[in-house]
């Protein structure tokens, strides 16, 4: 595998379910983001981790729980969301903060 | 801090007719700055960038932007639009010494056949 990659690509959940998202990226790089984007909204910047360690959190809800074990895997732990939490997840990484970000294909989140 | 507008949320253009999308940004310090295409149900992906030295900058599938500090400008330009064009476009603006990157609301290019 090459690059950014993400799973599940879609994802349907009730409000009460807990799950996972996972992104894993190929490429060396020492920062990794989590976007949220929905439909008719510009993109939301949920996280930044940069060597592991989280330097933003832009006023998520606690319902959005970011983990990064190690420079090249990142993890979002959803639980008890919203139907407005629906929305394609993206992920991204960077060589360093600042520089071009690579962005995985998103997972379609779907909350019912 | 930094920002960027990008000016028209949706530009419509008809197949083989130039391409212009716009971007306006601010920052205090040198800039980089990017723009990305993202095509439906994908993620974006980098089209261009500039960082230093030459203004004018070539990326991927003929499309090119030019850095206009004295406008704060880096529009995107292409000059014979492709079907395959549509889609979403960001521009976003870097500083790099702050790690700090921000990206504009998006652009949306349809194309007419």
């Known amino acids: 595998e090459t690059g950014v990659t993400q799973t599940p690509r879609h994802l349907v959940m009730g409000m009460t379910n807990k799950k996972s998202l996972k992104c894993e990226q190929h490429?060396?790089?020492?920062?990794m983001y989590w976007y949220k984007q929905s439909a008719k909204k510009p993109l939301e910047l949920m996280f930044v981790y940069s060597l592991e360690e989280r330097v933003e959190n832009n006023s998520v809800p606690s319902r959005f729980s970011p983990e990064c074990p190690n420079s090249s895997h990142l993890f979002l732990h959803l639980h008890t969301l919203q139907p407005e939490d629906s929305a394609l997840y993206l992920c991204?990484?960077?060589?360093?903060?600042?520089?071009?970000?690579?962005f995985g294909p998103g997972t379609r989140l779907t909350v019912l | 801090a930094q920002s960027v507008t990008q000016l028209g949320s949706h530009v419509s253009v008809s197949e083989g007719a130039l391409v212009l999308l716009r971007c306006n940004y601010s920052s205090s310090v040198p800039p980089y700055l990017f723009w990305y295409v993202q095509y439906p149900n994908q993620g974006l992906q980098l089209l261009l960038k500039y960082t230093t030295g030459a203004t004018l900058v070539k990326g991927i599938n003929g499309f090119e932007a030019e850095f206009k500090k004295s406008e704060t400008s880096f529009h995107l330009t292409k000059p014979s639009a492709h079907m395959s064009d549509a889609a979403e476009y960001f521009c976003a603006v870097s500083v790099v010494s702050a790690g700090k990157s921000t990206f504009g609301d998006g652009t949306t290019l349809t194309v007419k056949p």
């Open positions: 991204a990484s960077s060589q360093a903060m600042g520089y071009e970000q690579f």
């Open positions: 490429l060396g790089h020492n920062a």
